[in-house]
């Protein structure tokens, strides 16, 4: 417990050395603990690329990750966020009931996946000169090349570019599941049953399943959450049904500063 | 060579079938008589109509006005073009060697009207040799009747009491003619010498502002093309200042030698009229540009101009709030001049009306999203709903069971219904595209969760006990 503190600064200290535009950024943690431990710098980091992919028959919508991707994007800043896909279905009120305030998003559609890529670049390139807060792409194959490209590009900018893997098949999705990309973190969200509100019928209140499946400098994590609500926050559940039903939220503002 | 009523015709024929006497409407045994081993080809008016609408399109190296004139002519309005090229007589002698260039029979005429340029083209002009008179009754009066531009059945009518030239209809009292001969008549006389207007249909809408570069040799490669386009852009610039707008659509014509024309079309989120970001945007458009064997001219047009104070004019990003449109721009050049879009709140029952797409840069503010009262709404919802295949049991349940993408899903939990009718004021559009039925008006809608945890956004089109049954679909999925 003493040489924690030490060890702390030292992490930051090499973290600087080896990535200093992360540290720079500065990160975004979660208040859900579980996350933020195995997060480097004890949130997500906002100059770095991430990837959310769903589960199951939600790997064809990713309607989960869209929903956890509109909470992180409620509480990065107030800038625009560039919203890069191939189908846009993206529906204004559901992105609002998980923190996103819809008149943030410029769409942008484009036919292939390498011109969703291209857009984000270029989104990153322009970056908080054009208002941006973050960029998110919807892609089935992120080549690694492109993957880095964006890492980079986002370090630079300092700003948070989230690529949602959407397949449209199980073969594609069997294909470029497992594969390596160079994202700094890697995760899967998927919808689970939602828990019950003791004295009303029907669906209670929802949940995802949250799992970190790679992070670089960081460690795997996995937990289940209440969904995003209406400021962005996910919680843990509140075990049982007669609890209250808020739970405890971090009472400081949603950024804080790495190293 | 055309088929009309069962009978083989000509439809058209060369100089050399012209001088043995063959000529279009003869049918095709009369001209194998005359010409054994005719060589012939079935008649093709689509790709004729379309070769003419890019001789006209090409004719805009003159002149922003030309249109297609029937089967075989072009029109052109050049008022206050014909200075550029040293005069009318200047302007049609370079239309003909080019035309004859490109290896293009043609008649020429220029006249104060266009009935006068018709009749003077089909009727007196010669191969090679413009027609400029200087006075058009004189010019027009020696011309059959047909050069009025009449129907067939109108001209055999005048010639059938002896009228057989325009001159000897001109001393005739108009109303006479138009109750003997319908007003057609005296209306194309009126519009002959001017008397009665006639406006010109343009190709396309006529662009408010254009800027033009000719090349003495034609240019191909990139480099060049790139300069050109940066030099049109700064040409323009200044005409857009004079009158204090700035662009919203460009279109950048390449006349190619060969006669052909290539187009950079682009909109810009916001009026502007900085030369470095207009040329930026063209040049990026620049490889999906075939210069083919050469580019001859190159035409920057302004199409739509919006009021743009001097102050506005410098589109840089500014530290603090940030300006998307240079970005917005540089995207929709890259991918499509619609790709990008903002979602826009309205105030609608519909769930696909509640919230929809609307073209990026059209700055109507959206209306107060209260979504506070309204029940849970979906992240995704697809546009139109997706047809399941489901089971229930009571006429006001929600299915137990639904197939949807091969996948079968039980459903653990449900809530609803929420009874939504479709806005009889408002056209439908997405449903009846869907082939939703139409005494479905009615949808109820619930959101149903399935064993994996996955939440579905379902509805049930017509009402239960409707004679059709009611149909099922899943309109969204929740997050």
């Known amino acids: ?259 | 060579m055309t088929a009309e009523a069962g009978r083989l015709l000509l439809a058209a024929v060369d100089a050399a079938a012209a001088a043995m006497g063959l000529a279009p409407g003869m049918p095709l045994a009369d001209a194998l008589s005359f010409v054994p081993g005719l060589a012939t080809r079935p008649a093709e008016p689509e790709s004729d109509r379309a070769a003419l609408a890019r001789l006209a399109e090409w004719c805009g190296r003159y002149s922003p006005w030309t249109a297609p004139d029937g089967a075989a002519g072009v029109k052109l309005e050049i008022t206050g073009c014909a200075h550029l090229w040293g005069g009318e007589a200047a302007l049609a002698a370079d239309l003909s060697r080019r035309l004859a260039r490109q290896g293009i029979a043609h008649r020429i005429a220029v006249a104060d009207t266009l009935g006068a340029a018709w009749a003077l083209a089909h009727f007196a002009a010669a191969e090679g040799a413009p027609a400029l008179p200087a006075k058009i009754r004189e010019a027009v009066a020696p011309l059959p009747v047909e050069a009025l531009r009449l129907d067939p059945a109108t001209a055999a009518g005048l010639r059938r009491v002896g009228l057989k030239r325009v001159g000897e209809l001109f001393p005739m009292p108009r109303a006479a003619l138009a109750r003997r001969f319908g007003e057609t008549v005296a209306r194309r006389l009126d519009q002959l010498d001017g008397a009665a207007p006639e406006p010109l249909s343009p190709l396309g809408t006529a662009p408010t502002r254009r800027v033009r570069l000719s090349f003495a040799e034609p240019i191909a490669d990139p480099a060049s093309l790139a300069a050109a386009a940066e030099r049109l852009a700064g040409d323009l610039v200044p005409w857009l200042a004079r009158e204090g707008v700035g662009a919203r659509r460009l279109d950048l014509g390449f006349h190619r030698v060969d006669g052909r024309v290539e187009h950079i079309r682009l909109g810009t989120a916001r009026p502007s009229r900085d030369p470095a970001h207009l040329a930026k945007l063209l040049t990026a458009r620049l490889d999906t540009v075939d210069p083919g064997l050469g580019v001859e001219d190159m035409i920057l047009a302004a199409y739509a101009v919006e009021p743009l104070g001097p102050e506005q004019v410098e589109i840089r990003p500014q530290a603090g709030g940030g300006d998307l449109a240079p970005l917005a721009d540089r995207l929709a050049a890259g991918l499509e001049p619609d790709a990008l879009a903002v979602l826009r709140a309205r105030e609608s029952h519909l769930p696909e009306r509640a919230s929809a797409t609307a073209p990026f840069g059209e700055g109507a503010p959206s209306a107060a999203a209260e979504n506070a009262a309204k029940p849970p709404r979906p992240v995704r919802l697809f546009r139109p709903p997706e047809p399941i295949e489901a089971f229930w049991l009571l006429p006001d349940d929600p299915p137990f069971r639904f197939a949807w993408r091969r996948r079968r899903h039980l459903v653990a939990q449900a809530d609803g219904p929420e009874r939504v009718a479709e806005e009889w004021w408002q056209p439908g559009q997405d449903m009846h595209r869907a082939g939703l039925h139409h005494e479905g008006a009615i949808r109820d809608y619930y959101r149903v969760e399935d064993e994996e945890g996955r939440r579905f956004w379902l509805f049930r089109s017509g009402l239960p006990g409707h004679e059709a049954p009611p149909r099922w679909y899943v309109h969204g999925v929740f997050a």
């Open chain 1, 1 to 259: 417990m003493t040489n924690a503190v030490p060890l702390a600064v030292l992490r930051s200290r090499i973290r600087r050395i080896e990535r200093p535009a992360t540290a720079v950024s500065g990160v975004l943690p979660f208040g859900v603990a579980v996350l933020d431990r195995a997060l480097p710098g004890g949130g997500l980091g906002l100059g770095a690329l991430h990837e959310i992919m769903g589960e199951g028959g939600d790997e064809e919508d990713c309607a989960a990750a869209a929903g956890f991707a509109a909470g992180i994007l409620a509480r990065i800043g107030s800038g625009a966020v560039l919203w890069c896909l191939r189908r846009p279905d993206l529906y204004g009120p559901g992105l609002a009931a998980h923190g996103l305030d819809p008149a943030r998003i410029v769409l942008v559609s484009a036919a292939r996946d390498d011109r969703v890529l291209w857009a984000l670049e270029e989104g990153l390139r322009a970056g908080r000169g054009a208002g941006l807060a973050a960029v998110v792409g919807e892609v089935g194959r992120l080549p690694m090349v492109a993957g880095r490209r964006l890492q980079l590009a986002a370090e630079r900018a300092g700003v948070a570019a989230l690529v949602l893997r959407r397949w449209r098949s199980g073969g594609e999705a069997a294909a470029e599941r497992g594969r390596p990309s160079a994202a700094a973190t890697r995760w899967r969200v998927s919808s689970r049953p939602s828990a019950a509100v003791a004295g009303e019928p029907g669906i209670g209140r929802p949940r995802w399943r949250v799992e970190l499946l790679r992070c670089r400098g960081g460690r795997p994590a996995a937990c289940e959450v209440e969904v995003a609500d209406a400021t962005g926050h996910v919680c843990l559940p509140a075990g049982l049904a007669d609890r209250p039903a808020a739970a405890p939220r971090p009472a400081a503002g949603p950024l804080r500063r790495a190293g």
